[in-house]
C-alpha cells in the first residue's frame, strides 16, 4: 500500500500482531504503513476469523494459523480484546509477551461505568482508546493512555435520502438490549419509519445483513441514521453514514453530543419524544435533511478522515517503541 505524500512515515516499519476484532477497524487500521499479522483457526473463533473477501485487503495485512505465532518474529503485539490477553497465554512465549505492546480498547467500561479498572497492565505498554469518553470513564491505573479517534475511509456512496424513514445500523439488537438501545429503538419505531440492519436484524422485524463495503450505498437512501444507544463506543457506521451525507437523529449520550450539533448535522436528545419529532420533521422536510447532512460530511471528513487517523497511528507506534 503506497503511502499518501502529505502523510509522514513512521520511524521504520514495523511487524505488528494483532487480533481480527472488529473488521472494519482492522481494514482502517492496516492503512497505516506498517506490517499487520493476524491469527486464525479453523473453526473460526471470535479474534480468528477469516478476513472477509468483500474487503479490499491490502498486501501488507497477512493471516496466520494461531499455532504458528510462537515460531515468527514481530516488533510489538496489538491487544483489542481482553481475549486476546488470555490466548496469549497460550499461543505466545515469553519473550513475545514482552515485546512493547498496545491495548486498543473498543469500548466505554462496564461492569460500572466510572469504577472499572482496565485489565491491561504492561511494563512496555500504551493503553489507547478510540474516544476522549472512554479514557475518562475508564480506570486505567498507572498505565500511560492515548486516545486515537476512528478513521474511516470516504465512501463512494453519496447522500440520496429519497426514503421517508430512517436507518439503524447495529448487530444483535435483541440480545444487547437496553445498552444498545432495543427498546428506544422499538419506541421510535412505533411513531416513525424506522429500519433496522446488522446481524440479527430479523429477529427484530429488520432487513437483516449488510456486508460491510455495500452498507454505505444501503443506507444512502434514508432520509436519517437514527442512532438509539445508550452506552457504546461512537459507531463506525455512524461515521460512515455522516461521510455519505445523512443527518444523524441519535440518543444523546457518550461520545455523541460532542459530535454532533443541534441543527448543524443532525440533532441529539435524551428526550426521545423530541426525537420522534425530529424524524418526523426531516421525513417532511428533505431539504432540511440535506442540509444537515452535508454539514455532517463536511464534520466527518474534518474529525475522522483517514489522513488524521494514519498520523495518530505512527505517532502512536513511533512511541510505543521509542519509550521500549
Not at 496466520?64 to 497465554?89: I, R
Not at 443506507?219 to 457504546?232: D, E, G, L, V
Not at 448535522?265 to 432540511?288: C, F, W
Request: charged share 20%; with cysteine.
Amino acid at each position: 500500500m503506497n503511502a499518501q505524500p502529505d502523510v509522514p512515515q513512521p520511524a521504520r516499519r514495523l511487524r505488528v500482531l494483532t487480533w481480527h476484532v472488529h473488521g472494519n477497524y482492522l481494514y482502517a487500521l492496516h492503512h497505516v504503513p506498517h506490517d499487520f499479522i493476524v491469527p486464525g483457526l479453523s473453526h473460526s473463533a471470535p479474534g480468528y476469523g477469516a478476513l472477509g473477501r468483500r474487503i479490499p485487503w491490502a498486501p501488507n495485512l497477512t493471516q496466520v494459523p494461531a499455532s504458528s505465532l510462537a515460531e515468527m518474529e514481530f516488533d510489538c503485539v496489538l491487544y483489542q480484546h481482553k481475549q486476546n490477553l488470555a490466548d496469549a497465554q497460550l499461543l505466545l512465549t515469553d519473550r513475545q509477551r514482552a515485546l512493547p505492546s498496545i491495548y486498543l480498547e473498543h469500548n466505554p467500561p462496564e461492569p460500572h461505568p466510572t469504577d472499572t479498572r482496565h485489565p491491561f497492565t504492561h511494563s512496555r505498554g500504551l493503553l489507547v482508546h478510540v474516544t476522549p469518553f472512554n479514557a475518562v470513564m475508564w480506570d486505567s491505573g498507572d498505565m500511560p493512555v492515548r486516545v486515537v479517534e476512528h478513521g474511516v475511509p470516504v465512501p463512494q456512496a453519496r447522500y440520496d435520502g429519497s426514503l421517508q424513514r430512517g436507518i439503524v445500523v447495529a448487530n444483535h439488537l435483541a440480545r444487547r438490549g437496553r445498552r444498545i438501545g432495543r427498546d428506544i429503538f422499538e419506541q421510535v419505531r412505533r411513531k416513525t419509519p424506522l429500519d433496522l440492519i446488522g446481524m440479527d436484524a430479523e429477529s427484530l422485524g429488520g432487513i437483516g445483513e449488510i456486508p460491510n463495503m455495500e452498507v454505505a450505498a444501503f443506507i444512502s437512501r434514508y432520509r436519517y441514521f437514527f442512532s438509539p444507544i445508550r452506552y457504546a463506543s461512537l459507531g463506525l457506521s455512524l461515521i460512515e453514514a455522516m461521510l455519505s451525507g445523512l443527518p444523524i437523529v441519535g440518543f444523546g449520550t457518550t461520545e455523541l453530543p460532542t459530535v454532533i450539533t443541534n441543527g448543524k448535522e443532525g440533532y441529539v436528545d435524551t428526550r426521545v419524544e423530541r426525537l420522534i419529532e425530529v424524524a418526523r420533521q426531516l421525513n417532511e422536510e428533505p431539504a432540511l435533511a440535506r442540509a444537515w447532512g452535508e454539514a455532517a460530511r463536511e464534520t466527518a471528513l474534518r474529525r475522522f478522515g483517514m489522513d488524521r487517523f494514519v498520523r495518530d497511528w505512527i505517532n502512536v507506534f513511533d512511541t510505543l517503541m521509542e519509550q521500549a
